[in-house]
């Protein structure tokens, strides 16, 4: 009984039916996890237990996640509970309504216990831009989690919770799973409604879970998919039940391995855990392809004018007027917007609204914007091509594993770098997963990366499953 | 495509509507100066003729529906997050010059 909160939501939902378990007792477990662990890790903003009691009593004992306790990354509305993205300018802001994911989780019975702590407004790949203070990696912990969405990694890794969501913009949910040895998934854009997601980039987020396993990863995804009124860009298709693709084989399955990720800046270590799985995968009947991505060298700085731009347009909305941070003394509303916005803002979130904006301005549009927009047409196009000869592409997520607290902080160019595998899919809109598949000497996981077409998240779960199921390497637990 | 200077990033603060001391001014003009210099290598790729990708999935398209009336949020939930309000509005600073 006292492991509870080590297990995976399939595990749990087991033991619910047979091994005489209570929906009580998993979330008490859990509680007593975060309250043992979480000072070292600090994965959460906090963890609400009066709330997660009250709504277990309620809950729908024949949802498919009944009593799974589940964190929200910290820009996920909650119906008055307090939504900050990790942001001074946001303290005190509890949202009049649920993000619609928040609403369908607690429809299949899952507990929502808190709020998981994030790079200010998702501006991050290291979990150190929060306003609160920095996550620390759980197997290391003078390390970063990664980032932005490096409370939900954390957490899930160091069992703080069973499930955990994320949102991915330029790799967000890859990039955090990869570093904390767990499993995170970007669906394709438009898969998962966004309604209650604070926007950092609008054609590029998308909401996504962090789990355990493959098959925790799939039941998620079967939950929060799925056209909603409330997000315009949600697309209207049928939802399969994703567990039905977790096949242990792969026989058959057409994998690509493009030539252009396994460049200088890959670190050796990685590397190899990356070969070695390709060779796991031919031993699992797989047959693998050399592929050309040509543009994806020119992905982060396509990325790095698209995002910037957006965000310095979503982020125009918090002025002081209605909700959040207002300064304290102003001569009129310009001095009061500028007051508000330079007192609220951290270092990143003034930095992207800088570049994006300078992006945007006159004389630049055509220059930055539109040629971005341009360049990703050709990154999608690759992927296109790409796709004609092969079900999926194997890369890694992360060119290094978890660096040190501080290290890229003053040096925002290496920090934007860290996300370089992982942004071509988000310019590209496709689906995109990362699975742990080694560990360094030191003990520091490595992560996976597995993409395929729009809309074929079923081809991800089966490649993920038949790795993750012929491997060990999702057993390991960091000590704590 | 162009570098950045500091008197640059002022008006681009300006328009962000963000005030900036001249220690951050130094700093963002530097760092910003070493990401377009780095983001400038786009100019590499001949794009004459390659339609702008907005969106990455062809599939959406614009949506409409119905002018019918439905329930909205409740008046109280939403201004209970206003740092100011009066009756049923949000409360801001003079605008207008002059009393």
Redesign the interface.
């Known amino acids: 009984m006292e492991k509870l909160h080590s297990y995976t939501s399939h595990k749990l939902t087991e033991l619910l039916k047979n091994g005489g378990v209570k929906a009580s007792d998993i979330l008490e477990d859990v509680i007593k996890r975060v309250e043992s662990v979480d000072d070292k890790v600090r994965a959460f903003v906090f963890l609400n237990k009066d709330r997660a009691r009250i709504s277990l009593s309620g809950s729908k004992d024949k949802g498919r996640l009944y009593g799974i306790p589940v964190l929200l990354k910290d820009n996920l509305c909650v119906k008055g509970e307090e939504t900050t993205c990790g942001s001074k300018i946001l303290k005190?802001?509890?949202p009049?309504?649920s993000a619609t994911v928040a609403r369908k989780l607690e429809d299949a019975g899952a507990v929502l216990i808190g709020k998981a702590n994030m790079d200010e407004f998702a501006f991050g790949s290291s979990c150190e831009s929060s306003c609160y203070y920095p996550t620390r990696n759980p197997w290391a912990l003078d390390r970063i989690p990664g980032g932005s969405s490096g409370g939900s990694a954390a957490a899930v890794a160091s069992d703080e919770t069973i499930i955990a969501l994320g949102s991915d913009t330029g790799g967000s949910i890859r990039q955090p799973a990869s570093l904390c040895g767990v499993v995170g998934l970007k669906p394709?854009?438009?898969r998962v409604s966004r309604y209650g997601l604070i926007a950092f980039a609008s054609?590029l987020d998308q909401i996504g879970p962090l789990t355990k396993d493959v098959e925790d990863s799939a039941r998620v995804l079967s939950v929060i998919a799925g056209h909603d009124?409330m997000d315009?860009?949600s697309?209207e298709m049928p939802v399969p039940d994703y567990t039905k693709s977790l096949v242990k084989d792969a026989k058959g399955l057409r994998i690509g391995v493009p030539k252009e990720y396994f460049i200088a800046g890959l670190d050796k270590e990685v590397e190899a855990s990356v070969k070695k799985a390709i060779e796991v995968y031919k031993a699992l009947g797989a047959k693998v392809i050399d592929i050309s991505l040509p543009?994806t060298?020119?992905a982060?700085?396509?990325y790095?004018?698209v995002a910037p731009a957006e965000a310095?347009s979503n982020l125009a909305r918090f002025?002081?007027?209605?909700?959040?941070?207002?300064s304290a003394e102003?001569?009129?509303?310009?001095?009061?917007?500028?007051?508000t916005?330079?007192e609220g803002?951290g270092t990143e979130a003034?930095?992207r609204?800088?570049?994006g904006?300078?992006c945007l301005?006159t004389g630049y549009y055509d220059?930055?914007y539109?040629?971005?927009?341009?360049?990703?047409?050709?990154i999608?196009e690759d992927f296109e091509n790409a796709f004609k000869t092969c079900d999926c592409i194997i890369t890694p997520t992360s060119p290094t594993p978890a660096f040190k607290i501080g290290e890229r902080l003053n040096d925002?160019?290496s920090m934007?770098l860290s996300d370089i595998y992982t942004i071509p899919a988000n310019?590209?809109?496709?689906p995109a997963i990362s699975i742990p598949c080694g560990f360094s000497k030191t003990g520091l996981p490595i992560g996976l990366q597995i993409l395929a077409k729009?809309f074929d998240e079923e081809t991800i779960f089966h490649a993920a499953y038949a790795f993750e199921q012929n491997t060990d390497h999702h057993k390991r637990k960091p000590a704590l | 495509m162009k570098s950045i200077d500091k008197s640059t990033v002022k008006r681009v603060a300006h328009l962000s509507r963000l005030a900036l001391g001249d220690k951050e001014l130094d700093l963002y003009a530097g760092q910003l100066a070493s990401i377009l210099t780095y983001i400038n290598k786009l100019n590499e790729i001949n794009t004459e003729g390659v339609p702008p990708t907005s969106h990455a999935i062809s599939s959406l398209k614009n949506v409409f529906r119905k002018d019918v009336l439905k329930p909205s949020l409740n008046t109280e939930d939403v201004l209970s997050n206003a740092p100011q309000a009066e009756g049923d509005f949000f409360k801001v600073p003079q605008i207008i010059e002059g009393k």
């Open positions: 005190g802001f509890k009049p309504y394709t854009y438009g054609s009124e315009s860009t697309v543009h060298d020119y982060v700085s396509t790095y004018i310095s002025d002081g007027v209605q909700y959040g941070h207002r102003s001569k009129d509303m310009i001095d009061m917007y500028i007051k916005r330079s803002f003034k930095r609204i800088l570049l904006t300078y301005s220059a930055y539109l040629k971005a927009q341009k360049v990703r047409t050709k999608k925002p160019l934007y310019l590209a809109g496709i729009p």
